[in-house]
């Protein structure tokens, strides 16, 4: 694939290939407004993560862990895989984790 068409996916289009391993893709039903904003959460989080490491803050690292979690099932990409899914359980995952991601 060319380079702005990013990662490798699986010809279902349910997983990408980064360095030949397998990762559920982003579900493709989610806005992309409301993906962007998910992904800036995303990324704060695994900030929060690496420097709560290094400030060896076990309680700060567990509530980064917690938001990168938040985001990534929002996304789509851990629990109930989304092409298992309806509609409204896939838009309520994502309202929900926004919703809780926006309020921390």
């Not at 493709?28 to 900030?47: C, Q, S, T, Y």
Request: glycine content about 8%.
């Amino acid at each position: 694939m060319g380079e702005d068409a990013g990662p490798e996916r699986t010809p279902d289009g349910r997983y990408i290939i980064v360095s030949g391993r397998r990762w559920r893709a982003t579900d493709p039903a989610v806005p992309g407004e409301a993906a962007a904003r998910l992904r800036v959460h995303l990324m704060a989080a695994r900030r929060a993560i690496a420097a709560a490491h290094r400030a060896d803050d076990p309680h700060a690292e567990r509530e980064a862990r917690a938001r990168v979690h938040l985001a990534k099932t929002a996304l789509g990409e851990r629990g109930t895989p989304w092409w298992e899914q309806d509609e409204a359980a896939r838009r309520d995952r994502w309202e929900r984790g926004l919703a809780a991601l926006d309020g921390r």
